[in-house]
């Protein structure tokens, strides 16, 4: 398990990468139109294929993104896995502080500069 | 020999990208940064530089983690973009200068930094983002690309004072290049921000002007920092200092100010736009 280098930031090193290269490889592929469809038919299935470890698929199944940083996941990659499942930045910022997708844009908000209006 | 006309400092987050698109750039959320580009556009219309030699880091759409280069170089004559997983609509390609490219590696090896050549890449949001917002309209076709990637994404990444240095060797090669050609230089990405984990959605507004100013008077005090300090203080992808650091790198020495506008949020990220031109 990767451990957070400061509070709630996980470090993608080698650690990280050698820990996680199966699932990063998965999500690398979604890419491609047709494997994000392949992983929406059989979401198990598309794991299995890629040798993903059983808790990097439960948090897949699960859309647990810290779980997923946590078990060597890459946020480039895990992107893409949002995208497959028709989630933006803003929604996984959410899902990860535990805040709806309104709240966590409220926190960006909160910290807004040179906007004269929005 | 060529000569670079200024450097250019700006986001690539993909959102401006999908404004641009959608025509929404004078809605409440957006019209005070794409104001930002008006003056940034007018130069560039003014002063048509030939070649864009832009530094981006790709976010996974070439460069995955089984060969993953910490410097690369485009050596093509086209760059084209593809789907990135999140739905990035494809654009018209990017026309190279191979002349350029091969100019500024065997400039690199002679001076000590060794890039990984790229004959044959795929550009993500990193580079198409920026030259769609500054040339609205895919109106690049004249104007000729050098992607230059830098690895922000996986430790360990280059130092900033690495990346610093690689710049400033860009700069070195570019200015002798016997050519009559002229060159913008752009640095994208950043500023502060972080996607991933807890601390998600943080961002450093104080930091980031700090560094624009710093940009101009004093690049070189940003190159003390670690890339772990960079990521506590301006988030975990506040890394993408980088390539601003190698902009100023490239264009070195004093500098005047046109644009420094820093506007946040933006997606997930405080966004900057700054023009800087060579004092003659
Ligand atoms: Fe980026």
Redesign the pocket.
């Known amino acids: 398990m990767i451990e957070p280098i400061i509070e709630g930031t996980y470090k993608f090193d080698g650690v990280a990468a050698k820990l996680g290269y199966n699932l990063n490889k998965m999500c690398f592929s979604f890419n491609e139109e047709s494997c994000r469809e392949e992983f929406r038919q059989d979401e198990a299935a598309y794991c299995d294929k890629f040798k993903l470890n059983p808790a990097q698929k439960e948090a897949i199944l699960k859309r647990d993104i810290i779980a997923l940083l946590r078990n060597g996941g890459s946020i480039y990659y895990l992107a893409k896995f949002a995208g497959t499942l028709g989630l933006n930045v803003q929604d996984v910022g959410g899902i990860m502080t535990g805040q709806t997708t309104e709240e966590f844009q409220a926190y960006l908000d909160s910290q807004g500069v040179g906007k004269t209006n929005g | 020999m060529a000569k670079i006309l200024g450097a250019i400092g700006t986001s ?2 993909p959102a401006i990208g999908v404004a641009v698109d959608r025509g929404i750039e004078d809605t409440p959320y957006w019209k005070d940064l794409f104001a930002a580009y008006v003056p940034v556009r007018e130069w560039i219309n003014e002063n048509k530089p030939d070649i864009a030699v832009l530094f ?2 790709d ?1 996974g759409l070439e460069m995955f983690l089984d060969k993953k280069p910490t410097f690369s170089i485009g050596c093509a004559d086209e760059y084209c973009n593809a789907d990135e997983g999140w739905g990035i609509k494809p654009i018209p390609p990017l026309t190279g200068e191979t002349d350029l490219s091969w100019h500024i590696v065997n400039h690199l090896i002679e001076n000590d930094f060794d890039p990984t050549v790229c004959q044959d890449i795929k550009v993500d ?2 580079a198409t983002v920026p030259m769609s917002v500054l040339y609205p309209g895919h109106t690049y076709k004249g104007t000729k690309v050098i992607p230059i990637a830098i690895n ?1 994404e996986r430790h360990p990444m280059p130092k900033p004072s690495r990346s610093y240095a690689f710049g400033k060797a860009i700069g070195d090669a570019i200015r002798s290049w016997d050519s009559d050609q002229t060159v913008v230089v752009l640095g ?3 500023l502060s921000h972080q996607l991933d984990g807890e601390r998600a959605g943080y961002l450093n507004t104080e930091f980031d002007q700090m560094c624009m100013d710093k940009l101009v008077t004093d690049p070189e005090s940003l190159t003390h920092y670690t890339n772990d300090e960079l990521t506590e203080i301006a988030g975990a ?1 506040g890394v ?1 200092l980088a390539m601003w650091l190698a902009m100023r790198g490239a264009c070195s020495g004093p500098v005047d100010e046109l644009v420094n506008v820093l506007i946040a949020p933006i997606s997930n990220t405080a966004a900057g736009v700054q023009l800087l031109v060579p004092k003659d």
Do not use: S, W
């Open positions: 690539h987050v981006y880091n976010h949001h990193g922000c994208t990405g950043g992808q993408e």
